[in-house]
């Protein structure tokens, strides 16, 4: 970025006041820090709230990824959410860079940075190759988590999307969390992971592994509330990340059944709140790390703004009645020849 690239942006970010939203709320809402988890591999602790940087359809631009991305960084976000496929992982390192340059952190061990080895690079012999490579765009030296973002291979050559049927293969799991393994022996990333991992699909993991995974990145939401999943993980010392808490409506899979559900919209009226911070609160206090996701200024600071509150009893007991559905299928690992021959083989069944 020129150095005049970089005058415009703290000009912006530095000498205008938000104004979406006033002071003595964002200082309240920075007052209360955001909760963190350890984990069971790893120097570094969790924080509980993240900044996911996908954006759909793919890409946005690069200077709007970035520029939310520092915007967040500065309102007081800790931990971005990341994954090769976003094409997400240079405007973010760039943001940190930035951020840095700024004096909104002090050193880049503020920060807690995950981002994801996609399907094509699911191999042995690549993961080390596509880790390093995610590193160059971030402009790090090491990753906080890097997680196996599907439990499913394609063929390596060709563009990372789309997938085609006929460019499916088993993952090799053994292998390629061996690789995973060294990657974090190597000091390359702090812990590692796997993303929409079935019980079934962990524990084959677990019976190999050396290093256990620490974390399972999901779906998670009021209308699909993973309790099985959650208790599995739980007792093996994994901690679960929700992804599309609100339903990820306006994405490929999402769905308007959580920003329609009648239940949530009646504790939001009595709460005083809105439905999409009923949501993050539910899921926050399950325990789970939740990924939210807004480029938008005064909706990353409600995001900000479960932390004060809780839900009560008789409203976490009607919550937990919601009638539950998968919403993110993930169609694309289904075909006649591949590893997976139906939507029930991809998740195992669960819900």
Known sequence: MSRRARMCIKTQLCSQPLTSISTSRRR??????????????????????????????WPTTFDETRDAILQAIKIGYRHFDAASVYSSEWPLGEAVAEALRLGFIASRDELFIT???????????????????????????????????????????????????????PLDISSVWAAMEECQTMGLTK????????????????????????????????????????????????????????????????????????????IAKAKGKTLPQICL???????????????????????????????????RESISRIPQRRGNQSTFMVSENGPYKSIEEVWDDEI
């Open 191 to 266: 812990s590692i992971g796997v993303s929409n991992f079935s019980i079934k699909k962990i524990e084959k993991l677990l019976s190999t592994a050396t290093i256990p995974p620490v974390a399972n990145q999901v779906e998670v939401n009021p209308l699909f509330q993973q309790k099985k999943l959650r208790e599995f993980c739980k007792a093996k010392g994994i901690q679960l990340c929700a992804y599309s808490p609100l339903g990820a409506r306006g994405t490929a899979w999402g769905q308007d059944w959580v920003m329609e559900c009648e239940i949530l919209q009646q």
């Open 115 to 169: 981002s994801k080895l996609w399907v094509r690079d699911a191999h042995s012999h690549l993961v080390l190759p596509a880790l390093q490579k995610s590193l160059r765009s971030l402009q790090l030296e090491y990753l906080d988590l890097y997680l196996i973002h599907f439990p499913i291979s394609a063929k390596p050559e060709g563009p990372p999307l789309p997938i085609l049927e006929d460019e499916l293969m």
């Open 281 to 315: 609160r539910w899921v926050y206090e399950q325990g789970d790390c939740v990924i939210v996701k807004s480029f938008n200024e005064k909706r990353l600071m409600e995001n900000l703004d479960i932390l004060d509150w809780e839900l009560n009893e008789e409203e």
């Open 28 to 57: 309240a809402s920075m007052a209360i820090p955001i909760h963190e988890v350890p984990l069971s591999s790893g120097p570094k602790a969790m924080p509980c709230i993240a900044m996911g940087t996908a954006t759909f359809p």
